[in-house]
T-cell receptor, first 111, second 115 residues
Framework: GQSLEQPSEVTAVEGAIVQINCTYQ??????LSWYQQHDGGAPTFLSY??LDGLEETGRFSSFLSRSDSYGYLLLQELQMKDSASYFC????????????WGAGTKLIIKP | DAGITQSPRYKITETGRQVTLMCHQT?????MFWYRQDLGHGLRLIYY???????DKGEVPDGYVVSRSKTENFPLTLESATRSQTSVYFC??????????????FGSGTQLSVL
């Protein structure tokens, strides 16, 4: 079957850097996406990686290693507003390119 | 205003009743999706549609029906609601993100309680 693993909860301090990991077991891997969801809100797109390497968008970066079936989301200069759940999701040829989602990582930021 | 809207925002119903959740998008995106979100499960795909009159099952389609007669609308119907269908339902459409990758745009969600 296809599965994704990410930590259920991560705690960090305001102003620090935090990394949220995602490992996946899929066949026909196509790409890895990251979404942010605040409590009571809808998921919003953060990043997408189809090739190995690091993609940077402001304070957020996302990394992918296809050979290791692994990716991570890196958040720098953490702000209180970054407190949210973060989901990794993979698209695969076997799922007809539709997203398969991880269970989410709740990021708790302390002042 | 451009965007994707869902209605109702909250719905309480009883077991055995039929319920329809509405979804409307103004971008003319080809793909539209229905997900349910339950604690500890992330998002699970119920149905999706690649274009008007083309729909396909996702991971958890049982008990749900969809239709797409127009590109902009994608209603989800629970034919006979059960308590296990209590959940938050999100509609989404697909645009194009950076690097040409997938980017889903989500509606605000419908919180459904089946008593």
């Amino acid at each position: 079957g296809q599965s994704l693993e990410q930590p259920s909860e991560v705690t960090a301090v305001e102003g620090a850097i935090v990394q949220i990991n995602c490992t996946y077991q899929t066949s026909g891997f196509y790409g890895l996406s990251w979404y942010q969801q605040h409590d009571g809100g809808a998921p919003t797109f953060l990043s997408y990686n189809a090739l190995d390497g690091l993609e940077e968008t402001g304070r957020f970066s996302s990394f992918l290693s296809r050979s290791d079936s692994y990716g991570y989301l890196l958040l720098q200069e953490l702000q209180m507003k970054d407190s949210a759940s973060y989901f990794c999701a993979v698209s695969t040829m076997d799922s007809n390119y539709q997203l398969i989602w991880g269970a989410g990582t709740k990021l708790i930021i302390k002042p | 205003d451009a965007g994707i809207t869902q209605s109702p925002r909250y719905k309480i119903t009883e077991t055995g009743r039929q319920v329809t959740l509405m979804c409307h998008q103004t971008w003319s995106h080809s793909y539209m999706f229905w997900y349910r979100q339950d604690l500890g499960h992330g998002l699970r795909l119920i149905y999706y549609s690649a274009a008007a009159d083309i729909t396909d099952k996702g991971e958890v389609p049982d008990g749900y029906v969809v239709s797409r007669s127009k590109t902009e609308n994608f209603p989800l119907t629970l034919e006979s609601a059960t308590r296990s269908q209590t959940s938050v339902y999100f509609c989404a459409s697909r645009g194009t993100g950076q690097g040409g990758g997938e980017k889903l745009f989500f509606g605000s969600g419908t919180q459904l309680s089946v008593l």
